[in-house]
């Protein structure tokens, strides 16, 4: 063997070896004898490493250099498209590497960029984060998804190089019908982009502060009238948490028998939803828990990192779902144990990801977090402690001590 973390915890409380060879998990099982280099885990849980599904490298790291949010109304799509003329590939590349870096600090092993595409970035920002990719596959596997956020019925140049940068594989077609002036048409020309070059689909869908003219009806016809099922995502939701249960209710149990997953961006729904009111602001953040319950596939992930449409965030997944639980007043340990999944096990099925997991045979990608359950990590926001990227240390992240006196 090459390597074997002791005392690994599982999810399921278990204490095991893990030994690896060649990159891949070869043995899962106690007191594993071998002459091999050790790493001992210490009884933390360990998984197969956190799982970012939705983010925006292309843009993060922006902020300092848009004009100031101008009231209630931030404006964001607008101060973000004023300087994406500026973005040079290099510049892209700079910004996105330090994102990233800080998301693989913080136990990121698998992740889904979302790129755009329009007249004011062209191909560079796809360009830049396709390179990052290949530079940091030593840590992270990353996939792009490529998407017109700047309206895409009226704006033939987004449909070029979509179209353009899905023959040069881009993995992932994505949508934000909300700014266009013909959201259905934006939707079915996603869904036909996606047949043509066989890739999954993961849309911006249904931000907004009432339950009215939602686009997630739409999404779920098609992706059952093509046989799409488990290929379909859609992030945000916010227009779900302003339904009267009985009727989300309904609509969660369309949503799982339609088979498209539901991804929740709690900083970025926070920070932008509700923006309408001066007291009583809405949360504007969709109850994942509850969607999982009526067997919708969810994940939680980080969106937005210092711009427009967040102007805060560290890349911290475990974070994201502590503010995610709290938010919606979770205090079940199953509940909290989902959350923990939304970051792991949900997030590979929502990517359709086949070898994720501590199996034998699979990757060894291993992430060593401080705590003893997923519970305890969601609940405290426990960071990891070391990571592993098929068997190679990528990351160590000492525990705080105290020094008390005497």
């Not at 913080?106 to 004011?120: F, K, N, P, Q, S």
């Not at 700047?150 to 899905?166: F, G, H, K």
């Not at 939701?237 to 309904?250: E, R």
């Not at 340990?333 to 990517?351: G, Y």
């Amino acid at each position: 063997m090459d390597l074997v973390v002791r005392n690994a915890r599982l999810s399921s409380g278990e204490l095991t070896d893990i030994g690896v060879v060649a990159g891949r998990i070869a043995a899962i099982q106690p007191g594993l004898v071998t002459d091999a280099p050790s790493h001992d885990a210490e009884g933390s849980l360990v998984c197969a490493g956190l799982i970012e599904t939705h983010i925006h490298l292309d843009k993060s790291r922006i902020v300092d250099r848009c004009d100031p949010e101008p009231g209630r109304s931030p404006k964001s799509m607008e101060r973000v498209a004023a300087v994406k003329h500026t973005f040079t590939q290099q510049d892209v590349y700079d910004r996105a590497s330090r994102t990233l870096e800080e998301c693989i600090k913080w136990g990121a092993t698998r992740m889904r960029t979302h790129v755009e595409l329009d007249a004011g970035v062209e191909l560079r920002s796809f360009e830049a984060i396709e390179q990052l990719r290949r530079d940091y596959a030593w840590a992270i596997d990353l996939e792009l998804c490529v998407f017109p956020q700047e309206s895409l019925t009226d704006n033939p140049r987004s449909d070029a190089l979509i179209v353009e940068a899905l023959k040069r594989g881009a993995k992932v077609v994505g949508a934000a019908p909300n700014y266009d002036p013909d959201k259905s048409a934006h939707v079915h020309r996603i869904f036909d982009l996606a047949r043509e070059y066989d890739v999954d689909i993961d849309m911006h869908l249904d931000s907004g502060n009432s339950p009215d003219d939602m686009d997630i009806h739409l999404v779920c016809d098609l992706t059952e009238k093509y046989g799409l099922g488990g290929r379909v995502a859609v992030g945000h939701g916010c227009k779900y948490s302003t339904m009267p249960l009985a009727d989300l209710k309904v609509l969660a149990r369309r949503i799982a028998s339609a088979g498209v997953a539901v991804t929740a961006l709690p900083a970025t729904d926070l920070f932008m939803q509700g923006r309408d009111r001066e007291c009583n602001v809405r949360r504007g953040l969709a109850d994942v828990n509850l969607l999982c319950d009526h067997g919708v596939n969810c994940s939680i992930s980080s969106n937005n990192i210092l711009n427009p449409f967040t102007p805060m965030g560290d890349g911290s997944l475990i974070r994201m779902a502590n503010m995610q639980a709290n938010v919606c007043q979770i205090s079940r340990p199953h509940h909290f144990r989902e959350c923990f999944a939304m970051l792991t096990d949900r997030s590979a099925r929502l990517m359709n990801l086949k070898d994720y997991g501590i199996a034998v045979g699979n990757p060894a990608d291993i992430v060593i977090v401080d705590a003893t359950s997923p519970e305890q990590a969601i609940a405290e926001i426990r960071a990891p402690l070391a990571a592993f990227k098929r068997g190679v240390r990528t990351v160590t992240r000492p525990r705080a001590e105290l020094h008390k006196p005497g």
